[in-house]
């Protein structure tokens, strides 16, 4: 029962997607016969070369774009700071002012407030509640001290689609150059790039069933690009270093069967409106965060009041389910999505969404599931683990003689990291043979690196009639992220081997 292989439903389809089957093939194909660097003459070299712009002819009928508008680059990250950090150093000495929203990926908002602290003046453009921008606020902006507008096509968190030929045509009018970050629109909704009238656009692979650390920066004909990594003429000296063949030629099988992905948006619209439905009568009170029109057909963003994403996503996750709290959740200190606050969330509101994001592969029996547990969840049933925050553990939790903190991490994961100070530790690959000698009359928690392990023996011991089992969500690696100097300070102290 406890060791039964557990379903698994993957509704984290924003986060990444896996790697489909044609794209794996191009992938492994080039591994295995195309070892040649493209910038060499001969004849490995040049079929390398020809990788490559077969690749850049795929991305190009994709988004719509001419083949010598496409570079290479490693992901949407790199293409976001590319342009931010490039067009703002070269604009014009009276263009100081950089016009961005609140709601970007942290690939946009994190260079937009380092340019603030390097004499760029940033001006942070308002969104509406679902994070849309409006195009009279964007004209109300606008004037000659601007160099660079940057506004993403769809919201990675809420699925929301921004106006962005409007918006564009509107810089345009002044003169003043756009970039679009469409990595999460691109396979969701059609993207022509010049019918959208941008001068920058920026996607990742691994968004539409591709390899991860490859993506592409699209730059209009006739657009200045001058280059973020200098070194090698690659990409036309747009981008310089060794291409990465294989993943750049895996990113063109990906793009090619972006065709296929808009051709199954019906099927992914159902699906979505089927999940919401049966989430809703899981919990009436739920409540959108994301619009009901205007919006990536596989990204649902909701909010459940009254309950921890904390501790719905580390029940969600015991029973095999993918979901996400937002950009920033607990694995990384407990801090709410941005762009939740940035729509108007109160941060505890914030700490009660989900995302949820699908693709035609989630089935019907997949929603039920989640639903189910959802359903359970709410209602007070789901078994009764205490899900433990990294932010609850600290120095009195950790000092008080009711609690036991049981760590489960393998040998050499404690070789790599120090545990918890006054726990106690058992293997994790025999952990069963050990249970018995554990106090029943002290709080459980269970610790391992990230959650996951402890979670398998949290349950081994509520089998055993334990009547106070927790488990530390996110593991000790959230726990150190949340607690850096009580790391530094008593780490790795009074730690007994139980035996
Ligand atoms: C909207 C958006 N922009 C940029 C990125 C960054 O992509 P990558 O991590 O592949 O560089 C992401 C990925 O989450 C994204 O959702």
């Known amino acids: ?33 195309h070892p040649g660097n493209p910038s060499s003459a001969y004849r490995l070299g040049r079929e390398a070369a020809a990788l490559i712009e077969r690749a850049r002819a795929e991305v190009a009928a994709a988004i719509h774009a001419n083949p010598h508008e496409v570079v290479f680059n490693s992901g949407a990250s790199e293409g976001n700071n590319h342009v931010l950090r490039v067009i703002t150093a070269r604009a014009p000495a009276p263009r100081r002012r950089l016009l961005t929203t609140a709601v970007e990926h942290p690939s946009v908002r994190a260079v937009a407030e380092e340019l603030a602290g390097e004499g760029v003046v940033v001006t942070w453009l308002p969104v509406d509640r679902y994070g849309r921008v409006r195009p009279d606020d964007l004209a109300a902006l606008l004037d000659d001290s601007v160099c660079l507008v940057s506004c993403m096509l769809a919201n990675n968190e809420l699925g929301t689609i921004n106006p962005v030929r409007a918006l564009a045509a509107l810089a345009h009018q002044r003169g003043i150059p756009f970039h679009a970050d469409c990595a999460q629109a691109l396979g969701k909704i059609p993207v022509d790039v010049h019918e959208l009238g941008v001068d920058y656009a920026t996607f990742s692979a691994h968004k539409v069933f591709g390899p991860k650390g490859v993506g592409v920066l699209y730059a209009r004909d006739g657009a200045p690009l001058h280059p973020f990594i200098s070194g090698g ?61 205007g919006v990536v057909p596989n990204t649902l963003n909701l909010r459940f009041p009254g309950v921890q994403n904390a501790e719905l996503l580390a029940f969600l996750d015991l029973h095999g389910v993918s979901v996400s709290a937002g950009s920033a959740c607990s694995a990384q200190g407990g801090k709410p999505s ?22 035609a592969e989630t089935s019907d029996r997949d929603i039920e599931y989640v639903a189910d547990l959802v359903g359970r969840f709410v209602r007070g049933e789901a078994p009764a683990v205490s899900l ?66 402890a979670a398998i023996v949290a349950y081994a011991l509520k089998s055993r009639s334990f009547p106070h089992v927790g488990l530390l969500v996110g593991g000790l690696l959230a726990w150190r992220a949340a607690h850096r100097a009580l790391y530094r300070a008593r780490a790795g102290a009074n730690v007994t081997v139980v035996s």
């Open 1 to 33: 029962m406890l060791f039964k292989r557990i379903r698994q439903v993957y509704l984290d389809v924003n986060a990444t997607t896996p790697v489909a089957p044609d794209v794996r093939r191009r992938v492994a194909e080039v591994l295995d016969e």
């Open 233 to 293: 003429q690659q990409e036309q000296g747009r981008r310089a270093g060794t291409e990465s063949t294989h993943n750049i030629a895996g990113c063109g099988a990906a793009f090619a069967l972006v065709p296929e992905l808009l051709a199954k948006v019906p099927i992914v619209t159902a699906r979505r409106t089927a999940l919401l439905a049966r989430l809703r009568a899981a919990m009436p009170e739920a409540i959108e965060n994301s619009p009901a029109e």
């Open 338 to 359: 941005h762009v939740l606050t940035a729509i108007g969330l109160t941060e505890a509101e914030a700490q009660e969404s989900l995302r949820l994001s699908l693709s």
């Open 388 to 453: 433990v925050s990294p932010g609850q553990i600290d120095a009195a939790f950790l000092d008080d003689d009711r609690n036991f903190l049981l760590d489960v991490r393998l040998g050499v994961e404690r070789r790599l990291m120090k545990g918890l100070p006054n726990s106690h530790e058992i293997p994790f690959l025999d952990f069963s043979r050990w249970l018995e000698r554990l106090p029943r009359d002290r709080n459980i928690v269970v610790v391992c690196s990230t959650g996951v392990d």
